[in-house]
């Protein structure tokens, strides 16, 4: 460009002759009079595309296979590679592989799906479950990250779970809704199996778990088409957003709470962001989604799943691939857990017979010790070998109370010491330890002598009732009540 503008300005400025300009700069006289004719160069224009004698007979060969690739497991379609192989192998191409990858790329770029930029109404949400590591009292596992998004204001809320299930979906909208104050009024989702039970063309056979989350909150909703998850493509963006900025390098706490505390705290901040393109800052335009929502219902919601089951004759209920133990006099019935995403209640009728810290791990099994010693008073030789008693860790009078109880009683001692266990069905172990303690140092070491000292540590004096502080009451007299009718009751 610097020499084209050389030569216009000594022919056409500086009166330099055409010949002399020729010498110069070693050109030809039409293509002096080409930078002459135009202030610029004019812009390639390349001849008509070659044809491609080799490779010609097989683009369709190509486009055929990229066709079918479609159809295919998305980790076991042809490369470029594989198909000028099966080009030379089956089809006799006898080019070389650069030009079948110009080719491949080439219809690969026109097959490419195009988008239409969608408008999102305020107090629209879509929501999805993405995947994500962290680490949790030290160990590194996998999280499930509840996301989801308003389209409208591109406010984000994102929950963290130990998996994916119907109660962490619950709990994950329930959390949403509360940081969002209102609940949007249509909510995307793709096809997960704890909302979609069946597809049936475009209709779906929900689930009851779903249904009653949508019960309650009254809010809408819309599935994407089987796999296109594409159709609710902001809060899958905002998946990778939050594993990217949030979840780099992989961060470590002490619990899932405070994960949840540190993601929570992330969303609130980045209310003060303007979005690209828009004057207002996220948390100005969520006020106006705020004026679409549906309010929150005063009734809380609890987001559980309910599961019929048995005990067995261990005394155990499972849920979701895990044991929990019930008081052994309801081995055998049937009984309904009710998992949150914190605990496992199981109740027979309408009574909670047990009540567990939820486990997310598989195949473990939670006993709690209280739930045997009515077996075990019955069975006292099972005592030092039952597994629900390994590790239960007692205040030492325990032990030495058992010691007292087995000298003085014998074996008859180990069925008085679990007698004096049973006193935790309804006493905390602090309060019958005090109780255990008064006992032995006043040499009263049965069950009984035990149970008396701990239900009188829990009765309450008499207090006098004064009456400083309450002058009105001074202004009334109350006669002495007449005792003389209880004298017929004594002997004369």
Known sequence: MNEWTEIRRKVLVEGRSKRSVMAEYRMSHPTLMKILASPEPAPYT?????????????????????????????????TARRIFERLRDEHGYGGGITVVRDAVARARRHSKEVFVPLSHPPGRAQFDFGEATVEIAGVRRKAALGVMTLPYSDVYFVSAYPRECTETFQAAHVAAFDFFQGVPT????????????????????????????????????????VGRGNEKGHVENHVGYVRRNLLVPVP???????????????????????????A??????????RLVMLSLPAERFEPRRIEQATANSLSLVRFDRNDYSVPSDYA?????????VEQVRICCGTEVVASHPRSW???????????????????????????????????????????RLEADLGSRGTREFIKVLRLLEGAGVGELAGAISQALSIGATGSDAVACILHHR???????????????????????????????????
């Open 46 to 78: 390349g001849a008509e595309r070659r044809p491609k004698v080799k490779l010609g007979p097989f683009l369709a060969v190509i486009d055929k296979i990229l066709e079918d690739d479609r159809s295919a497991p998305p980790k076991q379609r042809h």
């Open 280 to 289: 207002e800052t996220k948390a100005e335009r969520l006020e106006v989604d």
């Open 361 to 403: 791990e598989r195949e473990q099994v939670s006993f709690d010790p209280r739930h045997y010693l009515a077996l075990l008073e019955r069975k006292p030789g099972a005592f030092d070998h039952a597994r629900p008693l390994e590790g239960w860790a007692l205040p030492q009078c325990f032990w030495l109370l058992r010691r």
């Open 186 to 225: 249509k909510t995307d989702y793709d096809n997960t199996t704890i909302a979609v039970r069946k597809v049936v063309g475009a209709e779906r056979e929900l689930t009851v778990g779903f249904l009653r989350l949508e019960s309650h909150f009254l809010f809408d909703h819309r599935f994407c088409r």
């Open 252 to 278: 470590s706490f002490p619990s899932w709470a405070a994960f949840n505390e540190y993601l929570a705290a992330c969303c609130y901040a980045d209310l003060f962001r303007r979005v690209r393109g828009k």
């Open 458 to 492: 829990r009765d309450r004096p008499v207090g006098l009732f004064s009456l400083d502080g309450h002058p009105q009451l001074k202004l009334f007299s109350i006669d002495p009540p007449d005792l003389g009718a209880y004298r017929v009751l004594t002997p004369v």
């Open 332 to 340: 055998h019935h049937p009984v309904t857990a009710v998992g949150s």
